[in-house]
């Protein structure tokens, strides 16, 4: 055997569509000391961490912990959880999320009813309203807030309002969205929601927070089948992460990854929510100025744009090179952008300003790379 090092990361920029800049405060959180799963001390951290993710995700609802698996987890035990085999559920599709719910959908046995709607344009409101009145013994409808692969925010209120109106429920993906623009379970009337760690909470990947209201557990304890996931089971997870007195072991819990979300948590609520939205807005904001400046224009029309996820059309004369634009910006310049996905591969660049890495500093590297790398194309 060879002997080996320890592993040294060179420090990067991250402004791609996630994980985020995690901040000092947070990676010095990651590195205190574990305790153990079932510690006091650690129950007691596990209590704050519901706290907190009740204040970013506004509501109220018992049921709001996060999953020790990043959030493709959570995506998966919303759905396994809620839709049973034969379970016919709305499911919108605008980019690459909205299909991995309906792949989520279809493995639970359950019946998608696609609404589709262009890469780049948010979920048509009359459209689901048409799919909803199409199909009323729909049992769930299932649409991305914030669709990462596109920088498109769908109207999450409009679209509750509507799954409201027929009894049906909501399962919302807001990967992206929280902490980074208006999320608000309670007023909404959200069912069923799923983040990541990652991406505007700004903590490293692995952690999804869900909140499942009191209508969502309903249908979980009226389950005529089995949760065919051991892992994902809600109850079975509950047994862990609920519970007034004792809490049983259902899964070593990732420690220090808990440290870590906490202190995001808290440099949340320190900012303040809305705080933080408008902070996101006024970065995107900046950002889109520079951009200008430099001759690229966004994806998406104004209207529907996420300011913590921006697609920009890649300039006609720089899209063959655009895999060595992003490769020279990461080895020079150590900053990580996005590339396009499926249709918009090759088309788009996708720049995250997300949590932590909403921030004028970044703004000023990113626009001054560009331009840099740009020129010397
Ligand atoms: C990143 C993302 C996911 C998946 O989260 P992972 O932590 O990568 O599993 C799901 N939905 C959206 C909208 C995302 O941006």
């Given at each position: 055997?060879?002997?080996?090092?320890?592993?040294?990361?060179?420090?990067?920029?991250?402004?791609?569509?996630?994980?985020?800049?995690?901040?000092?405060?947070?990676?010095?959180?990651?590195?205190?000391?574990?305790?153990?799963?079932?510690?006091?001390?650690?129950?007691?951290?596990?209590?704050e961490i519901k706290q907190l993710l009740r204040y970013a995700f506004r509501t109220e609802n018992q049921i709001t912990f996060p999953?020790?698996?990043?959030?493709?987890?959570?995506?998966?035990?919303?759905?396994?959880?809620?839709?049973?085999?034969?379970?016919?559920?709305?499911?919108?599709?605008?980019?690459?999320?909205?299909?991995?719910?309906?792949?989520?959908?279809?493995?639970?046995?359950?019946?998608?009813?696609?609404?589709?709607?262009?890469?780049?344009?948010?979920?048509?409101?009359?459209?689901?309203?048409?799919?909803?009145?199409?199909?009323?013994?729909?049992?769930?409808?299932?649409?991305?807030?914030?669709?990462?692969?596109?920088?498109?925010?769908?109207?999450?209120?409009?679209?509750?309002?509507?799954?409201?109106?027929q009894g049906c429920l909501t399962i919302v993906d807001a990967v992206t969205s929280l902490g980074g623009i208006p999320l608000k379970?309670?007023?909404?009337?959200?069912?069923?929601?799923?983040?990541?760690?990652?991406?505007?909470?700004?903590?490293?990947?692995?952690?999804?927070?869900?909140?499942?209201?009191?209508?969502?557990?309903?249908?979980?304890?009226?389950?005529?089948?089995?949760?065919?996931?051991?892992?994902?089971?809600?109850?079975l997870m509950l047994g862990y992460w609920d519970g007034a007195g004792e809490r049983s072991y259902h899964h070593t819990a990732p420690?220090?990854?808990?440290?870590?979300?906490?202190?995001?948590?808290?440099?949340?609520?320190?900012?303040?929510?809305?705080?933080?939205?408008?902070?996101?807005?006024?970065?995107?904001?900046?950002?889109?100025?520079?951009?200008?400046?430099?001759?690229?224009?966004?994806?998406?029309?104004?209207?529907?744009?996420?300011?913590?996820?921006?697609?920009?059309?890649?300039?006609?004369?720089?899209?063959?090179?655009?895999?060595?634009?992003?490769?020279?910006?990461?080895?020079?310049?150590?900053?990580?952008?996005?590339?396009?996905?499926?249709?918009?591969?090759?088309?788009?660049?996708?720049?995250?300003?997300?949590?932590?890495?909403?921030?004028?500093?970044?703004?000023?590297?990113?626009?001054?790379?560009?331009?840099?790398?740009?020129?010397?194309?």
């Amino acid at each position: 055997m060879p002997s080996f090092n320890s592993f040294m990361p060179t420090p990067k920029t991250l402004m791609g569509p996630g994980p985020s800049d995690v901040s000092e405060r947070v990676l010095a959180a990651l590195s205190r000391p574990t305790i153990g799963h079932l510690d006091p001390e650690f129950v007691g951290l596990m209590d704050e961490i519901k706290q907190l993710l009740r204040y970013a995700f506004r509501t109220e609802n018992q049921i709001t912990f996060p999953i020790s698996a990043p959030g493709s987890a959570g995506m998966e035990a919303c759905v396994v959880n809620l839709i049973e085999p034969g379970d016919k559920v709305v499911v919108c599709i605008n980019g690459v999320f909205g299909g991995r719910m309906k792949d989520n959908v279809e493995r639970a046995g359950g019946i998608p009813i696609i609404v589709d709607d262009e890469w780049g344009r948010p979920v048509s409101i009359e459209k689901v309203e048409e799919a909803l009145a199409r199909v009323p013994d729909a049992v769930a409808l299932g649409f991305v807030h914030a669709e990462t692969s596109t920088g498109v925010r769908s109207d999450a209120e409009a679209l509750c309002g509507l799954a409201k109106a027929q009894g049906c429920l909501t399962i919302v993906d807001a990967v992206t969205s929280l902490g980074g623009i208006p999320l608000k379970l309670d007023e909404w009337g959200v069912d069923a929601v799923y983040s990541g760690s990652q991406k505007c909470l700004s903590a490293p990947p692995g952690l999804s927070p869900v909140s499942f209201s009191n209508r969502a557990l309903e249908k979980v304890r009226s389950r005529k089948s089995i949760v065919q996931s051991w892992f994902l089971d809600l109850t079975l997870m509950l047994g862990y992460w609920d519970g007034a007195g004792e809490r049983s072991y259902h899964h070593t819990a990732p420690i220090n990854a808990m440290y870590g979300l906490h202190e995001s948590l808290v440099m949340l609520s320190d900012e303040g929510l809305e705080a933080a939205w408008s902070r996101h807005r006024e970065m995107h904001l900046l950002l889109e100025q520079g951009l200008a400046r430099l001759g690229i224009n966004y994806l998406v029309p104004a209207e529907h744009r996420l300011p913590q996820l921006n697609s920009v059309l890649i300039p006609a004369h720089l899209q063959n090179q655009e895999a060595e634009i992003r490769q020279r910006l990461l080895s020079e310049h150590k900053l990580e952008i996005g590339a396009g996905l499926g249709t918009l591969a090759g088309k788009i660049w996708r720049i995250g300003l997300m949590g932590h890495g909403a921030s004028r500093k970044n703004i000023e590297l990113c626009l001054g790379a560009m331009e840099e790398v740009i020129q010397g194309t």
